[in-house]
C-alpha cells in the first residue's frame, strides 16, 4: 500500500473535513528533521487534526480512516516524524514499529501506535471547551503517554487527567510505571470510572 496508496479501496464518510491547516503544518517540517524536535510536531498538529476531523468516536475507532491518511495524504508526517526524513517513496523494507506508526490496529495499543490516531484520541479525551493545553501536556512525555493510553486507564477521563496533573513534572520513569502498574491492579476491585480526578489521585502515591 504504501507504494501505491491510490490503490487502497476508500468509500467517502465523512462530510465537513479540512485538512489544509494540517497540510500546511506537515510543509514546514524541515527535511531532515532532528530527533529532539521530532515529538514538538505531535503538539504542532495535534488541535488542526482533531479541528479538521470532525468525527464521531465511531468513526475514530475504525483503523482503516487512519491507515488511508498515514498512507496516502499524510504520510509524509509519518515518515519525518518517526525517521526524520521523507524518503519520497517507500524503502524496500520497513521493520514492525515503523509499519505499526503507518497502520496500527483497533486495540489500544493499536490506537496508541499509529501515528495519527494517537494524536486525535489524545485530543478527543483531554480537550475542553476549545482548550488544548491538557493534550499538548500528554504528549510532552512520551514515556508517560504510553504508559496511560496504552492500557485500559487511558478511556477514563479523570485518571488520565489525574495521571497528568500527578507526574507531568516527575522525571523518573520507574515512579509513574510502578504507580500505574498499581493503578491497574487496583482497577481489578475498583470501578475507575465512578471516580473523579480528586479520588484517583491519593490512588497514585
Known sequence: ???EPEAMPTEPVLT????????????RMP??????ERSDWDIHLLEELHRGLPLTRSQAADPGLWHWL???PLSRFVWLRWTGTDPQGPPDEIGPALSG????????????RNALSRLWWTAEVLVEQGDYSKAHSALRNQDLFQ????????????????????????????VWRDALKRLNHYATTISLEALDESQVAPLLG
Do not use: W, Y
Not at 506508526?101 to 496508541?112: C, I
Not at 504508559?147 to 520507574?174: D, I, M, T, W, Y
Open 31 to 36: 527535511d531532515p528533521l532532528g530527533e529532539q
Open 1 to 3: 500500500m504504501l507504494e
Open 147 to 174: 504508559n496511560v493510553f496504552e492500557r485500559r486507564l487511558g478511556l477514563c477521563v479523570p485518571v488520565v487527567k489525574a495521571c497528568l496533573a500527578r507526574f507531568q513534572h516527575e522525571k523518573s520513569a520507574s
Open 101 to 112: 506508526r503507518f497502520l496500527g490496529t483497533a486495540s489500544l495499543n493499536g490506537v496508541s
Open 16 to 27: 465537513g473535513v479540512n485538512l489544509d491547516p494540517v497540510l500546511a503544518i506537515i510543509d
Open 70 to 72: 498515514t498512507i496516502g
